[in-house]
C-alpha cells in the first residue's frame, strides 16, 4: 500500500509551518529536561509530537513491510502508553494529575491539550498535517506564555486553534464519511493479505489481544462459513431498504459506510464484494473528534481516558463557537450534496464481550454548565435539520449486527458459532409469531408489565387509539432486515397515560453497568432514578444523569417493545454471558423499554407497514409531534434500550377499554395462543 496522499493538495498550505513549529518544538523539549513547575509538561508533549513525526517520516516507506509483527505491535503499545493500563494515572492525560500538579483552570486546560496531541494518530495516518500544525502552534504558545509568565489562559489558546481550523476540521469530517475517493481504510480492507496480520496495525488504532484473536481466528473458519456471515449482513440491508419504502431506489445509490471492528476485515470483505455487486463503494473511516458510531471499531487503550474526556469540548463550547461550526457544516454540505445523496447508509458490525466497564467520576474532568447543556441542545437540533436536508431517513436505511470478541471467555469458539445461528434464525417463524402478538396489542389501550420476585417494575404503557383497526396497527413486525438477530414487536407508545417503574438487577448501557437499575415514569416522562453502582445516592444519579440523559434533566419513553428471541435468552443463561450481551441482543430476550425518541425519529411522516400490509401509526408521540411547532423541542438524539429478563418477569398483559385482560406472557413464559413455541428454547 502506498502513502495515502488523499489531503495531498490541502498540506501544501501547512509543510512550512509543519516545519517550523517542529524545530521550535525540539527546541522547547531541549530547554524543558531541567526541573521545573511546568517542564515535565512540556517535555512529554513534545517528546510525544516527535514520536508522531517519527511515525510521519517511516509510513513514507515500506513501514508494514520491514517490520515484523512484534516490531509493529510495541510500536503500536509505545503511541498508546501514556494512556494503557496504570501508565494513565501519572499521564498528563489523567485530569486528576493536571488539577493536582497546575490547579484546576490551568490544570484542564493542559490536561485538554495533551489529550489533543495524543489524537494526532489517525491524523498522520491519513496524512493530514493542516490540524496537527494547529495544535502544535498551540503547544509552543502556551509554553511561550507560562515561560514568560504572561496572564493569559490556555484554554483561550485552544479555542481560538479550533477556531481558525474549523472549515479544514468539518470538511475533513464530512469528507471521511462520504467520499468513496477517502479509500486509505478501505484499501486496507480490501487489498490486505489478511493472512498476514501485519494489516491490523496499518489502521493506526490501538490493537489488542481481541482484534489479532480475532482475526486470527476467522481466518480458520471455512469460506461457507464467512460467506454465510456476509450475506446475512448484506441481505438485510437490501431487504430493510426495500421494506422500509425509501424515495431514492437503491439502483441510484453510489456507496455505503462500512463500520467494524478490527479484525473481522475477512467477513466484511466478502459483504463488501457483494455491496459492489450493488454498485455501492465501501466507505470506511475513523475520526479523532468523535466517539460516535458508525465507524472503525477497537479496543479502547483505557476506557477510564475515553470517560474522562467525554466533555472536553465544554473547555470552550460557546455560543461563537456553535454558530461558526453550523456554518462551516451547511457549507460543506453544500459543497458535497452530489456525494452525499447517493450514500446508502451505514452497514454496521459491533462487537461484544469485553468485561463491563465502571468508571471513576472525577471532579476535575471537564463538564458542560447548565448554559452550555442548553446550547448543546440547540446546535444539535440545528445540525441534523441541516444534514437531514441532503440525506433524510427516507432516502437511506442501516444494517446492524453483533458477533463475540475472544475476551468473552474459554467458550468463545462455542458462543460464536451460537451467535451465528441466532443472527440466521428464520425470519417466517418469527413473523407468524409476531402476527400473534400484534393482533392482540392492537386489541389494549394499555399494555401491563410487572416484574417478579425483587424486581420492582410495574408499568402501565399507554397505546394509541386504532381508528381503522382491519388497516391499522401500533407494533412493528421486527424480522432479521435492519436490525439483527430476529425477535421484537415494537411501538412508540403514548406518554400521558404512561406511568410506573422499570428496574433490573442488572443492565449493560452504552459499554458501562449498572447495578439495580431504576426509572420511574410519570404520563410518560422520567420522574426519577437511580442505581446502586455507588454507595453515594447523589453519585448514582450523577452517574445516571451524565451517562443516558445529559444533556436532557428528562426524556421520554420512546419505545416500548416485547423481545421475542428466547433462543437468544437461553443461550446467554447457558454461557454465563447474559452480563456482557450486548443491546442489540439484549433487547429481543425479554420486554425493553427505550428513553429518548422513538424508533421513526425525522421519519415520521414515511408510511411504514407490516407483512400483512397493516399501517403502523404509532410513530409519533406527543413530544415528537412538537417537531411541526418547534423542531428544538421534538428530539432527544437518545435512544437507549432496557430490557427486563425473562427471568425477573412476571407479566404482561394487554389491557382493553372495557377493562378485559389478555395475557401474552406470564411468570417468564408465553401463553399466549399460537406463541408458545418461543418456549421451546427454554427445554434446553
Given at each position: 500500500m502506498s502513502r495515502f496522499n488523499y489531503f495531498y493538495e490541502t498540506n501544501q498550505a501547512y509543510k512550512e509551518r509543519y516545519k517550523n513549529s517542529l524545530e521550535k518544538i525540539k527546541q522547547i523539549e531541549a530547554d524543558t529536561k531541567k526541573e521545573g513547575k511546568y517542564n515535565a509538561y512540556f517535555n512529554s508533549a513534545c517528546n510525544y509530537v516527535l514520536l508522531i513525526d517519527k511515525l510521519n517520516i517511516d509510513l513514507c516507506e515500506d513501514y508494514f513491510i520491514t517490520n515484523s509483527f512484534d516490531a509493529l505491535k510495541t510500536a503500536n503499545e509505545k503511541l498508546y502508553k501514556p494512556v494503557l493500563n496504570n501508565e494513565y494515572e501519572s499521564s498528563y492525560a489523567n485530569p486528576e494529575k493536571c488539577?493536582?500538579?497546575?490547579?484546576?483552570?490551568?490544570?484542564?486546560?493542559?490536561?485538554?491539550?495533551?489529550?489533543?496531541?495524543?489524537?494526532?494518530?489517525p491524523l498522520v495516518i491519513e496524512n493530514q498535517l493542516g490540524l496537527i500544525v494547529g495544535t502544535n502552534e498551540t503547544l509552543i504558545r502556551a509554553f511561550e506564555a507560562i515561560s514568560q509568565e504572561e496572564l493569559i489562559q490556555i484554554d483561550k489558546l485552544i479555542y481560538a486553534e479550533t477556531m481558525e481550523n474549523m472549515d479544514l476540521m468539518v470538511e475533513a469530517s464530512i469528507l471521511r464519511k462520504f467520499d468513496?475517493?477517502?479509500?486509505?481504510?478501505?484499501?486496507?480492507?480490501?487489498?490486505?493479505?489478511?493472512?498476514?496480520?501485519?494489516?491490523?496495525?496499518?489502521?493506526?488504532?490501538?490493537?489488542?489481544?481481541?482484534?489479532?484473536?480475532?482475526?486470527?481466528?476467522?481466518?480458520?473458519?471455512?469460506?461457507?462459513?464467512?460467506?454465510?456471515?456476509?450475506?446475512?449482513?448484506?441481505?438485510?440491508?437490501?431487504?430493510?431498504?426495500?421494506?422500509?419504502?425509501?424515495?431514492?431506489?437503491?439502483?441510484?445509490?453510489?456507496?455505503?459506510?462500512?463500520?467494524?471492528?478490527?479484525?473481522?476485515?475477512?467477513?466484511?470483505?466478502?459483504?463488501?464484494?457483494?455491496?459492489?455487486?450493488?454498485?455501492?463503494?465501501?466507505?470506511?473511516?475513523?475520526?479523532?473528534?468523535?466517539?460516535?458510531?458508525?465507524?472503525?471499531?477497537?479496543?479502547?487503550?483505557?476506557?477510564?481516558?475515553?470517560?474522562?474526556?467525554?466533555?472536553?469540548?465544554?473547555?470552550?463550547?460557546?455560543?461563537?463557537?456553535?454558530?461558526?461550526?453550523?456554518?462551516?457544516?451547511a457549507t460543506s454540505l453544500e459543497n458535497h450534496k452530489d456525494i452525499i445523496k447517493v450514500m446508502a447508509g451505514p452497514a454496521v458490525q459491533e462487537s461484544f464481550g469485553e468485561e463491563p466497564f465502571t468508571p471513576k467520576s472525577k471532579r476535575d474532568s471537564i463538564s458542560y454548565n447548565d448554559e452550555q447543556t442548553e446550547l448543546k441542545n440547540a446546535h444539535t437540533t440545528v445540525i441534523n435539520k441541516n444534514f437531514k436536508k441532503y440525506l433524510p431517513n427516507s432516502a437511506a436505511s442501516f444494517v446492524i449486527i453483533t458477533y463475540p470478541v475472544p475476551e468473552i471467555g474459554d467458550k468463545y469458539e462455542e458462543i460464536f458459532d451460537e451467535i451465528i445461528k441466532i443472527n440466521t434464525l428464520s425470519n417466517d417463524v418469527y413473523d407468524r409469531i409476531h402476527k400473534i402478538i400484534i393482533d392482540t396489542l392492537d386489541l389494549g389501550e394499555f399494555v401491563h408489565v410487572v416484574g417478579k420476585g425483587n424486581n420492582k417494575t410495574d408499568i402501565m404503557v399507554k397505546l394509541h387509539p386504532l381508528?381503522?383497526?382491519?388497516?391499522?396497527?401500533?407494533?412493528?413486525?421486527?424480522?432479521?432486515?435492519?436490525?439483527?438477530?430476529?425477535?421484537?414487536?415494537?411501538?412508540?407508545?403514548?406518554?400521558?397515560?404512561?406511568?410506573?417503574?422499570?428496574?433490573?438487577?442488572?443492565v449493560y448501557l452504552n459499554d458501562l453497568k449498572y447495578e439495580e437499575f431504576e426509572m420511574t415514569f410519570k404520563d410518560g416522562m422520567i420522574e426519577a432514578y437511580t442505581c446502586s453502582n455507588f454507595d453515594n445516592q447523589e453519585e448514582n444519579k450523577k452517574f445516571i444523569y451524565e451517562n443516558l440523559l445529559h444533556p436532557h434533566k428528562t426524556l421520554p419513553l420512546g419505545e416500548f417493545a416485547i423481545g421475542t428471541n428466547t433462543t437468544a435468552y437461553v443461550m446467554a443463561r447457558k454461557y454465563n454471558i447474559n452480563h456482557v450481551l450486548p443491546i442489540l441482543i439484549a433487547e429481543k430476550t425479554g420486554p425493553h423499554f427505550a428513553i429518548g425518541d422513538t424508533c421513526f425519529s425525522w421519519s415520521e411522516d414515511q408510511y411504514v407497514c407490516n407483512s400483512d400490509g397493516k399501517e403502523i401509526i404509532a410513530r409519533d408521540n406527543e413530544k415528537s409531534i412538537k417537531r411541526k411547532t418547534d423542531l428544538s423541542q421534538a428530539y432527544t438524539y437518545k435512544h437507549t434500550d432496557v430490557t427486563i429478563p425473562y427471568d425477573e418477569l412476571e407479566l404482561i398483559e394487554v389491557i382493553t377499554k372495557n377493562n378485559e385482560k389478555i395475557t401474552i406472557i406470564k411468570d417468564g413464559r408465553f401463553v399466549l395462543q399460537g406463541t408458545q413455541l418461543l418456549n421451546e428454547a427454554f427445554n434446553y
Open positions: 488539577v493536582q500538579l497546575f490547579g484546576k483552570e490551568t490544570g484542564q486546560s493542559l490536561c485538554c491539550l495533551y489529550t489533543k496531541i495524543l489524537n494526532y494518530i468513496p475517493e477517502f479509500n486509505y481504510y478501505s484499501e486496507i480492507l480490501l487489498e490486505s493479505d489478511l493472512t498476514d496480520l501485519r494489516y491490523l496495525f496499518k489502521y493506526g488504532l490501538y490493537i489488542g489481544e481481541n482484534e489479532i484473536k480475532t482475526a486470527q481466528y476467522l481466518n480458520t473458519l471455512s469460506e461457507e462459513k464467512i460467506s454465510r456471515m456476509a450475506a446475512v449482513f448484506t441481505e438485510g440491508f437490501e431487504r430493510g431498504y426495500k421494506n422500509g419504502n425509501k424515495e431514492m431506489p437503491l439502483s441510484e445509490k453510489r456507496s455505503i459506510n462500512l463500520a467494524y471492528p478490527i479484525g473481522f476485515e475477512r467477513v466484511i470483505r466478502k459483504a463488501a464484494y457483494n455491496f459492489a455487486s450493488l454498485n455501492l463503494k465501501p466507505i470506511v473511516y475513523t475520526d479523532p473528534f468523535t466517539a460516535a458510531r458508525p465507524r472503525l471499531i477497537s479496543t479502547k487503550p483505557n476506557h477510564q481516558y475515553s470517560y474522562d474526556h467525554r466533555f472536553d469540548e465544554a473547555l470552550y463550547y460557546c455560543k461563537e463557537f456553535t454558530d461558526a461550526y453550523e456554518q462551516a457544516y381508528s381503522n383497526p382491519e388497516k391499522e396497527t401500533n407494533f412493528e413486525n421486527c424480522t432479521a432486515d435492519v436490525n439483527i438477530p430476529v425477535g421484537e414487536v415494537f411501538t412508540s407508545p403514548l406518554l400521558t397515560g404512561t406511568n410506573g417503574i422499570i428496574h433490573v438487577s442488572q
